[in-house]
């Protein structure tokens, strides 16, 4: 492995503090003990990450990397971002761990707060805490189905919405469903691809024959009635395919007709991540009955939520439903300050320029290697797609692992999607500026020059 990158990184003032706790080595080997074998860990020798400050991680020899993963784009803020961490630090000496059997400020402040972050005229009225997107999307299954006393609800092919069973039941992509009974009542419609699908960006009626899909899957998969419909904004882990425009507002008719409510899954898109709207569902000119929402939440924090109509919401009181960690007072007050530093920090703006500099630099790499097949995303959520030639645009998993390989010894961390992984992932925390993106730029310009001799 390299040892020192050949592209200067761009400056930090933040001097890491010298690691004094287990080496690398003794931490791998206690990982491999103890832990379970199941768990993913990324590299041929996997990193420790042992410090973070803002845009910036530090493994255990002081070494700096370009976060562009954001910590699965988690981490929107910054990595330690001071005003953050000193709401955590005064709500952890005050009180810990409460519960919504009783009241605590932060929880309710924090849903005025979630709920005014909406256009006016949304509709969504209430907030129901977790402390994952798993669970968030779980209980939206779970308010569609009560409300509207259907069973059935439409996801896509190549969609991710979380590792809990009935949240992987949703999951359109092999790779992320263990083999086990999961999924019941689920029926998957086309994945509106523009670029791999059936009717490409040239089509211009692609975005409705896709939705027709979703109908069809109605009449044919279902009973006729469903309860509802799930769908990201821009895919995620399945390699940042956006939502073509036209789409979200068919598809939402169609299952509307059927008694379905229609739900957002803003967990990677949501607070300004994509630059045009606080949320990605926005500029597609859709009202969602139902959005669900963690990572960028909390900056890290372990938080997540299900914003849906009081209506929708009292569909649940029937019975009892509790979740223990949700709310709690300090992911809540993370939750709080993170809020104030997206909009006292202009940071959907920044997410749309500095992300606007990054997708136009991409593209021009894309002009310069044969080996990019595609480039897409909005703001700060972006994807590269590599693959063997641009003739068969056969997907390369291989020299998105080299890439992805390669990067990081030159000190930039980026992520991987999509079902052969072969999209690069780009979603650094917000407070990227423009010296980060170029450098991101360079390094995947000389990584990009020795993938293409790699075999795909």
């Known amino acids: 492995m390299t040892t020192s990158p050949t592209i200067p990184l761009p400056p930090c003032s933040h001097a890491p503090k010298a690691w004094k706790g287990d080496s690398r080595v003794d931490t791998l080997a206690r990982r491999k003990q103890y832990l ?11 990193m420790m990450v042992v410090e973070g400050h803002m845009q910036w991680l530090f493994d255990e020899t002081g070494r700096r990397y370009l976060d562009c993963l954001g910590g699965i784009v988690t981490v929107s803020v910054g990595h330690c971002h001071p005003h953050v961490t000193a709401a955590m630090v005064e709500q952890v000496q005050t009180l810990v761990h409460s519960t919504t059997i009783y009241l605590h400020p932060n929880v309710a402040r924090f849903g005025e707060r979630i709920i005014k972050s909406f256009p006016a005229d949304s509709g969504l009225e209430v907030c129901y805490f977790t402390s994952s997107g798993s669970e968030a999307n779980e209980l939206a299954m779970l308010m569609a189905r009560l409300s509207t006393g259907n069973s059935e609800i439409i996801a ?17 992509l092999a790779t992320w469903k263990q083999p086990l009974p999961q999924g019941l009542s689920v029926r998957h419609a086309r994945c509106p691809d523009l670029l791999r699908g059936p009717w490409g960006a040239n089509d211009p009626d692609a975005a409705a024959k896709y939705a027709d899909e ?15 419909f799930i769908a990201e904004p821009i895919q995620g882990v399945g390699g940042v395919v956006e939502m073509p425009m036209g789409y979200l507002k068919a598809a939402h008719a169609h299952v509307r007709a059927a008694g379905g409510v229609c739900i957002s899954d803003e967990v990677q898109t949501g607070f300004g991540r994509t630059g045009e709207g606080f949320w990605g569902y926005e500029r ?6 139902i959005v669900t929402m963690a990572k960028s939440i909390g900056n890290g924090a372990p938080l997540a939520a299900c914003v849906t109509t009081r209506a929708i919401a009292e569909s649940m009181t029937k019975r009892l439903h509790f979740n223990t960690y949700g709310g709690n007072p300090v992911s809540a007050a993370a939750g709080l300050a993170t809020l104030d530093v997206i909009e006292s920090e202009g940071l959907q703006e920044r997410s749309r320029r500095v992300g606007g500099r990054f997708r136009a630099g991409l593209e021009r ?14 703001g700060l959520l972006l994807g590269i797609e590599l693959v063997e ?8 998993g291989k020299r998105a692992a080299f890439v992805h390989e390669r990067a990081r010894e030159m000190g930039l961390l ?29 390094v995947l310009d000389q990584c990009l020059t020795e993938a293409a001799s790699c075999p795909a």
């Open 36 to 46: 379970t074998p199941a768990l993913l860990t990324y590299y041929k020798e996997p």
């Open 156 to 172: 896509l092919r190549n969609a991710y919405h979380g590792m809990t069973n009935q949240a992987m039941g949703l999951a359109g």
């Open 214 to 228: 979703v109908a069809d899957v109605i009449r044919f998969g279902t009973t006729g009635s469903v309860a509802g």
């Open 284 to 289: 597609h000119g859709v009202r969602p009955d």
């Open 365 to 378: 790499l894309m002009e310069r290697h044969a080996i990019v097949g595609d480039v897409r995303g909005r």
């Open 389 to 396: 030639d641009r003739a068969t645009m056969a997907p390369s």
């Open 414 to 442: 980026a992520g991987k999607g999509g079902l052969s992984g072969q999209v690069l992932r780009m979603a650094p925390p917000m407070c990227v500026d423009e010296h980060d993106v170029d450098f991101a730029l360079a």
